[in-house]
């Protein structure tokens, strides 16, 4: 572009605060810069073309009256606007009129060129200059370096000095690429080294199951029957266990408990069940995934008490409770006061449930975990304070 659409460019945008004078030089803001001396198109009534230094500092200072505007220009030692041309030139670079005569872009005129194949009768005539070039060839060569050292977009462009290029663009100050490419690798071996801590975690938990949970945790086999007392090391038997409700009214179930403890994400069960394939499962083995303890143990999730054999019920470490009196029927036990002394008792509810809904679990010693109906971020803190109560529980029990 020429400096004086640039200059109307950025008074129409209105960011003249974005020209600068460098030296010699005006910047537009990061995107041109010209010598302040360059003359424009615009040619003044009096004959004259205004310089961009002129019309920078007439613009920037267009809200004086024009004869304190003629006086600061002249301190400056800046050939001033005249008065004739002020208000048209004003007009112009506001943008309130789309052209002026005043503008006058010396482009030169050219003769219609038509080449005509006539190469048959060239070499038929034998005419050349000595050196296989005709001799029209050469002047058409030589008419086209005059027309191109009089093109005016080339003047423009070798008076301009460009600020940026595709490779600059790149380029922010204070600033490279070289860190988000640090972040992505970062990320990407963050991914992959927890992906190697789950599987060998799973391994890990695998492991202490076949080699059963009481020789890990010290109970002795030997001595008087424990609570916590293997039946043998076949995988299942002796992994501590969490009862759920069979119902689907409730927040936990087997169908969505593996993704609450292990993901920390709370998917809710009529979802789950569509995306099921296969019948229910009868039980669900959980772990806790996301924790800086390499040493993992292993859960087993079940929905149906009744099932239960007597020594199964040595294993029962935590429930998660419907909140209704029917779900404790037929279970081993004398009252709610025994199972939660027992029996590590949960209740998981929406924090904008109402509060009758919780109002006989209030009754009874069961920790209250609330989540949110919209917010998934916040599951995984619900699923920690499960975690951690567990965990000080099942250490609490092994001491016993």
Request: glycine share 6%; aromatic share 10%; net charge neutral.
């Amino acid at each position: 572009m020429d400096p004086l659409s640039v200059l109307r460019d950025f008074t129409i945008r209105n960011q003249l605060d974005s020209i600068t004078q460098v030296g010699d030089h005006y910047r537009f803001g990061t995107d041109y810069t010209f010598p302040c001396s360059i003359e424009t198109p615009y040619r003044s009534k009096q004959g004259n073309l205004y310089t961009l230094e002129t019309l920078v500092y007439f613009i920037k200072h267009s809200y004086l009256k024009h004869h304190d505007y003629i006086k600061i220009a002249g301190s400056q030692k800046i050939p001033a606007v005249t008065l004739p041309d002020r208000k048209p030139l004003l007009d112009f670079l506001s943008g309130h009129v789309p052209s002026t005569d005043s503008i006058e872009f010396s482009i030169p005129k050219f003769d219609e060129y038509r080449p005509e194949d006539n190469t048959a009768q060239h070499h038929a005539s034998g005419m050349d200059n000595g050196m296989g070039m005709d001799n029209d060839v050469i002047d058409n060569d030589m008419d086209s370096r005059v027309r191109d050292s009089d093109n005016p977009i080339k003047k423009l462009r070798s008076i301009e000095t460009p600020l940026k290029d595709r490779e600059a663009m790149l380029e922010c100050k204070h600033r490279d690429f070289y860190s988000v490419l640090l972040t992505s690798t970062r990320r990407d071996e963050e991914r992959q080294r927890v992906d190697s801590l789950q599987r060998k975690d799973g391994l890990v938990a695998k492991n202490r199951i076949e080699r059963g949970y009481g020789e890990e945790q010290g109970f002795d086999n030997t001595g008087p029957k424990a609570k916590m007392l293997l039946k043998g090391s076949k995988i299942g038997e002796g992994v501590p266990i969490i009862l759920v409700p069979s119902a689907f009214q409730t927040l936990i179930t087997i169908y969505n408990v593996k993704e609450f403890l292990e993901d920390g994400v709370y998917i809710s069960t009529d979802v789950k069940v569509k995306q099921m394939k296969g019948a229910k499962p009868d039980c669900v083995t959980v772990q806790k995934k996301f924790s800086r303890d390499r040493t993992v143990t292993a859960y087993e999730v079940r929905d149906k008490p009744s099932a239960l054999k007597a020594e199964d019920w040595d294993r029962v470490v935590a429930v998660f409770v419907l909140g209704k009196e029917w779900q404790f029927k037929d279970w081993p036990f004398k009252d709610h006061v025994e199972i939660f002394n027992k029996i590590l008792g949960f209740y998981m509810r929406f924090e904008d449930d109402s509060i009758e809904s919780a109002k006989v679990v209030k009754q009874w010693n069961v920790k209250i975990i609330s989540i949110s109906k919209n917010k998934r971020h916040q599951d995984r803190a619900a699923a920690l304070d499960v975690w951690g109560r567990l965990e000080e529980f099942m250490r609490s029990r092994s001491h016993s």
